[in-house]
């Protein structure tokens, strides 16, 4: 199982940015698959994430209204909308999906909201 997260960079604040990422090695179509984040110093946290059968999602309280997450199952990637972003944002964002009895993680992408 392989998640890989891209799309991370310095954005100002009230700015858009869309993260991606591509997962290889497992049948995403059946499985949950989400986004957490760990900023400087804290614990790292669930963002959102989106089920497999009927696509419906979950969002942290922080992010509702302001992020959206989706998925593609044909082309095996997911990835997440991130509108009015705010400088509390800022994190390393990873991609994470519960695979027979295991978490797997993507690499980290940063994201940097400063002016």
């Known amino acids: 199982v392989q998640l890989q997260a891209f799309g991370g960079r310095l954005v100002q604040p009230g700015r858009f940015l869309r993260l991606s990422c591509a997962a290889s090695?497992?049948?995403?179509?059946?499985?949950?698959i989400g986004w957490f984040r760990q900023a400087p110093g804290k614990d790292r946290e669930g963002v959102s994430c989106i089920n497999s059968l009927d696509g419906s999602a979950d969002y942290a309280d922080s992010v509702k209204g302001r992020f959206t997450i989706s998925r593609d199952n044909a082309w095996r990637t997911m990835s997440l909308q991130m509108n009015n972003l705010e400088p509390e944002d800022t994190a390393v964002y990873y991609c994470?999906?519960?695979?027979?009895?295991?978490?797997?993680w993507g690499q980290g992408t940063q994201v940097t909201v400063s002016s």
């Open positions: 090695g497992f049948a995403m179509d059946y499985y949950r």
């Open positions: 994470n999906t519960f695979y027979r009895g295991r978490n797997y």
